[in-house]
Structures are given as C-alpha cells and as structure tokens.
C-alpha cells in the first residue's frame, strides 16, 4: 500500500464529502477521477497530497490539521460507528466538519474532556504509552476513603497482575457515604480509575475527565465542542515531546 495514501472511498468520507457508503457509489458511478481517469474501484488508493482527485470536477485538497475538544456526556460511546446503534461520541460534533477520529477513550458512564483530531501522527503520539501525559479526573467515590486507601492509589495498585504507576490523588470533599477525589494519572488502560477504586474496596459514582496536558475542560457545556486555537494546540505539542524527551532519556 501506498505511504500517506489510503483506499479512494476512505479518502472522500475522510474528506468530509460523502459517507463512505456513499463514496462507494458516486465511485461506481464514473464520478471521481485520479489523475485526470475516472476510477471506478473505490479500493483504489489515492494520496491528494501527490495525486490530483477530482469529485463532480472539484480538485480534493489537503485539509489542514485541526485539534477539538468536547465534553463528552454519559450515555455516549467513544467510538465512530456502533454495531449497537447507540449515541457515537461523533455525533456531537459539527457536520460540516472533516473527518476527526477521537483520540482515546472514556467509557459509556464517563464524562468530560475528550480531543479529537485529523492529525494521525498526533494522535499516535498522544496515545503512545511512553508520552506519560497526565490526565486529571473528578471522581465520585463510594464510602469514606481513609487515608491508607489513598495511599494505596498514590503508590499504585495491582491490576491483572501488573501495578499501576504511581498516581497523584487529592481528597476534595465527603462525608460518611461519599468521597470526591481529584486524581491525575499517567496511563491509559481500560477503565483504569474505576478499577483503582474498586482495588480499595470502594466504587466510582461519577467520573469526569477536566484536563489532558494542558488542555483543560473547563466551562465547556456538556455536549459541546470547540476547536483548540493555535497556542494551545503549541503547548499540546511542547509538553508531549517535553515528555516523550524525558522518557527516552531515563
């Protein structure tokens, strides 16, 4: 397969054209030409950054790279398309938008901040174990957590057999029945806060995501999204290879 390339139909969905269904069958129909030939094979690989693509006459060109931010609701999954035909975290987003893929997770119950991008060496980065960005939660606990369970979370815990890098934990408020924690982490394993607590013989009630690197939730309405402005997405960039650096020289 072609470097930077990818399969025709992919290339115009991603292009924020058509759906890829859609694609398929404007394709099919002699609509699209690569390098001055229709192409009716929608497995066809093009790259519009090196080859000309033309949809009903209209020369494709590169997008530019675009980073969002949404507060994700619960009852979203983090995902593209579901086979379940649940609400899609995408389905948020603007339509007139190209295409962005979400960078990581947060489960059906959580909410919060959660970054989307077109930019796939960005995302790779991002999502790469050794950049150790930290990620801050608030979380709803159940019970009145001691001291030594927090403790315990800070100094990591054992998940399938393998424990968790030590985490920063905050106790914000509770009583009797509930505590609310601030707690920062530097991984991505699945469902990993709820997993910690559950180790303590606690449960999580509620969980937010407020801050990825130095992008923060802040009042951003749940449901909503806005693009990140050119400095923030410089000090996405400069804390993840200030990290990354640190990483590889240890």
């Not at 139909?9 to 229709?38: K, M, P």
């Not at 960078?103 to 959660?114: A, N, P, V, Y």
């Not at 690197?213 to 009042?219: A, C, R, V």
């Amino acid at each position: 397969m072609p470097a930077g390339g990818k399969a025709l139909d992919r290339l115009l969905s991603r292009a924020g054209l058509c759906t890829r269904q859609e694609a398929q069958q404007a394709i099919a129909a002699g609509r699209v030409r690569v390098n001055g030939r229709v192409e009716c094979d929608p497995n066809q690989w093009a790259d519009i950054a090196r080859d000309r693509v033309e949809f009903d006459g209209k020369l494709l060109l590169p997008r530019p790279k675009e980073v969002w931010a949404l507060h994700k609701p619960t009852g979203y999954v983090t995902t593209t398309e579901d086979e379940f035909d649940r609400a899609t975290v995408c389905s948020l987003l603007p339509a007139d938008r190209p295409w962005l893929s979400p960078i990581g997770r947060l489960d059906l119950e959580s909410s919060g901040l959660l970054l989307f991008t077109n930019d796939t060496h960005l995302a790779a980065n991002l999502l790469d174990p050794t950049s150790k960005l930290p990620k801050v939660y608030e979380v709803g606990c159940k019970g009145q957590l001691t001291d030594e369970a927090l403790e315990r979370l800070r100094a990591g815990v054992v998940l399938h057999d393998r424990v968790t890098l030590p985490a920063e934990v905050e106790r914000i408020d509770g009583d009797e029945r509930t505590t609310r924690l601030r707690i920062t982490i530097v991984e991505g394993r699945n469902r990993q806060i709820r997993k910690m607590l559950k180790a303590v013989r606690s449960r999580v009630n509620t969980l937010q995501r407020v801050r990825i690197g130095p992008i923060e939730l802040g009042d951003l309405a749940s449901g909503a999204c806005r693009p990140l402005d050119d400095a923030e997405v410089a000090a996405l960039r400069a804390e993840l290879a200030e990290r990354r650096a640190a990483g590889l020289g240890q």
